[in-house]
């Protein structure tokens, strides 16, 4: 994106790149601009749920913007859309492999109840509320990024033909889009309602519609291991309302099930949702090297099949001794 500012926008374009590059996440002094981005990474769940819920994103971006008229622009998402698949590969198998093995350790030890976190948690396995804890934090950030639910930009760039939407053209309209509506979440009188909004300017709630749909079929391989070792627990995606920074829930404190809360009931409950302090450290004790060929940690299973199809044993990096 950098070269395509210095190569096509003359000084603006220039002076835009150099910000660009002048955040960096997580900085204090030019953090990024959104909080998906800035979110710690402290250990390989936290990196796997990055690559599975916020690098969908830039797939569901990357594949609008590649809509766009600007030639440059359309070629350039293109080529990255290959990147980001990868991406979302690394998250899908990771939390897979993350799931198998808290659930074989836990058939082997007898373990009926997944929600028994510290029994769970002595076999030296990430628990399954813990991995749905994650899995809401890493949602409502990664749903920020979609911006807002009605937006004038977003009918602009569509108008203008800079931006399309997801799969643009295997969508079934006149794609302009001058007397559709669409329908948009939004809360209306303290409650949760659907309201029709021209389809122009709710192009950022489709968009978002989409990435939902799309993470749903992933988080159906992680409920098909549990289903298959025989356990009565299901992960899934909170509610677009809950713990949103962005749009038309940032005022708004709701639950995964989509329950509107005080501040004092939010403020006793979130512990219940969201990872704690406790949540993380465990996790921390839990990223030890293993180095040996063939030997995985105990917390992820191995792979069905390595890298170009390698054996499980195969030494892909010689450390010295």
Same mark, same amino acid.
């Given at each position: %994106?950098?070269?395509?500012?210095? $190569?096509?926008?003359? $000084?603006?374009?220039r002076e835009e790149a150099d910000e660009l590059l002048r955040r960096q996440s997580g900085s204090e002094d030019a953090? =990024? %601009?959104?909080?998906?981005?800035?979110e710690?990474?402290?250990?390989?769940?936290?990196?796997? %749920?990055?690559?599975?819920?916020?690098? =969908?994103?830039?797939? %569901?971006?990357?594949?609008?913007? @590649?809509?766009?008229g600007f030639d440059p622009l359309s070629r350039t998402c293109r080529f990255m859309l290959t990147e980001e698949a990868h991406h979302m590969f690394v998250?899908?198998?990771?939390?897979?492999r993350v799931v198998q093995a808290t659930c074989d350790a836990m058939k082997a030890a007898g373990i009926d109840d997944p929600t028994q976190v510290e029994r769970v948690r002595a076999l030296g396995?990430?628990?399954?509320?813990?991995?749905?804890?994650?899995?809401?934090?890493?949602?409502?950030?990664?749903?920020?990024?979609?911006?807002?639910?009605?937006?004038?930009?977003?009918?602009?760039?569509?108008?203008?033909?800079?931006?399309? &939407?997801?799969?643009?053209?295997?969508?079934?309209?006149?794609?302009?889009?001058?007397?559709?509506?669409?329908?948009?979440l939004k809360l209306v009188d303290g409650q949760v309602r659907l309201v029709h909004e021209p389809a122009l300017t709710a192009l950022n709630m $489709?968009? &978002?519609?989409?990435?939902?749909?799309?993470?749903? &079929?992933?988080?159906? =391989?992680?409920?098909?291991?549990?289903?298959?070792?025989?356990?009565?627990?299901?992960?899934?995606?909170?509610?677009? @309302?809950?713990?949103?920074q962005i749009g038309e829930f940032r005022d708004a404190q709701a639950s995964p099930d989509g329950e509107l809360l005080d501040a004092a009931t939010w403020a006793r409950r979130r512990h219940e949702w969201l990872p704690t302090e406790e949540d993380g450290e465990f996790i921390a004790t839990l990223m030890q090297p293993e180095a040996r060929p063939g030997q995985f940690a105990r917390w992820i299973a191995?792979? $069905?099949v390595g890298i170009d199809n390698r054996p499980g044993d195969f030494e892909y990096v010689k450390i010295a001794s």
């Open positions: %994106m950098v070269y395509l500012l210095h $190569r096509y926008f003359g $000084r603006d374009g953090p =990024r %601009m959104l909080g998906a981005f800035n710690a990474t402290p250990d390989w769940l936290s990196f796997f %749920m990055f690559t599975f819920f916020t690098d =969908r994103d830039g797939k %569901m971006q990357l594949e609008s913007l @590649a809509q766009s998250g899908t198998t990771g939390i897979s396995v990430i628990d399954l509320p813990t991995i749905q804890k994650k899995m809401n934090l890493h949602f409502a950030l990664s749903l920020d990024l979609f911006g807002s639910e009605v937006s004038t930009n977003a009918a602009n760039f569509f108008s203008s033909g800079l931006k399309g &939407r997801y799969q643009e053209t295997k969508i079934d309209d006149d794609h302009q889009l001058k007397d559709s509506t669409y329908p948009v $489709r968009l &978002r519609d989409d990435y939902v749909e799309d993470c749903e &079929r992933g988080i159906q =391989r992680w409920n098909k291991i549990i289903q298959e070792s025989g356990f009565d627990l299901q992960l899934g995606l909170p509610h677009v @309302a809950f713990y949103r191995p792979p $069905r």
